[in-house]
Antibody, heavy 115, light 111 residues
Framework: QITLKESGPTLVKPTQTLTLTCSFS??????????VAWIRQPPGKALESLAL???????RYSPSLRNRLTITKDTSKNQVVLTMTNMDPVDTATYYC???????WGQGTLVTVSS | QAVVTQEPSVTVSPGGTVTLTCGSS?????????PYWYQQKPGQAPRTLIY???NKHSWTPARFSGSLLGGRAALTLSGAQPEDEAEYYC???????????FGGGTKLTVL
């Protein structure tokens, strides 16, 4: 059974760095075509792909957020970590992680950016 | 980066059949885009209905099916139920950059 769960702060201040962790079970991040993506959804808006990492450490980032995002994986801990720098109130959203093959979603975590 | 397009909104009558589509700015959508379809209801996380064009999960209602139609990926709902009212997103894989791109979503109303 494949499960994913997001964790991290629910409230961050403007200009701070957000670090989110996706903890997963039920698959091994060591073989093709394993990949995990971070997706966000501002209130009332559409899903937006932020970053994607593959089993071979290939990474993709949203072009508009590329300079603020870093995605890494820790296969020993079964985790994928997203960092987003210089947070702004417009970054308030529910953040999801998504296991690509078959499409398994975490429950999401709401992050609010406010002073 | 490619742009993935969906109908912004579609209405279907209860018991009716409707097809949602998903297109790519790069041209024809094929099985090599491994189209995914997700359903999201208000206040809930998305859930995957269809993966790799036409594969269903155990939780996917039988009335949903995926296909390729007229150069686009398609999600067909046969026998719409009130509980099918939701936002539907497609996702396409682009092999060159190994990228995954979402469509903007289709709001399906059952009325």
């Amino acid at each position: 059974q494949i499960t994913l769960k997001e964790s991290g702060p629910t409230l961050v201040k403007p200009t701070q760095t957000l670090t989110l962790t996706c903890s997963f079970s039920g698959f091994s991040f060591t073989t093709s075509p394993m990949n995990v993506a971070w997706i966000r959804q501002p209130p009332g808006k559409a899903l937006e792909s932020l970053a994607l990492i593959y089993w071979d450490d290939h990474k993709r980032y949203s072009p508009s957020l590329r300079n603020r995002l870093t995605i890494t994986k820790d296969t020993s801990k079964n985790q994928v970590v997203l960092t987003m720098t210089n947070m702004d109130p417009v970054d308030t959203a529910t953040y999801y992680c998504l296991y690509g093959p078959g499409g398994y979603w975490g429950q999401g975590t709401l992050v609010t950016v406010s002073s | 980066q490619a742009v993935v397009t969906q109908e912004p909104s579609v209405t279907v009558s209860p018991g009716g059949t409707v097809t949602l589509t998903c297109g790519s700015s790069t041209g024809t959508v094929t099985s090599s885009h491994y189209p995914y379809w997700y359903q999201q209801k208000p206040g809930q996380a998305p859930r995957t209905l269809i993966y790799d064009t036409d594969n269903k999960h155990s939780w996917t209602p039988a009335r949903f099916s995926g296909s390729l139609l007229g150069g686009r990926a398609a999600l067909t709902l046969s026998g719409a139920q009130p509980e099918d009212e939701a936002e539907y997103y497609c996702l396409l894989y682009y092999s060159g950059p190994r990228d995954l791109i979402f469509g903007g979503g289709t709001k399906l109303t059952v009325l």
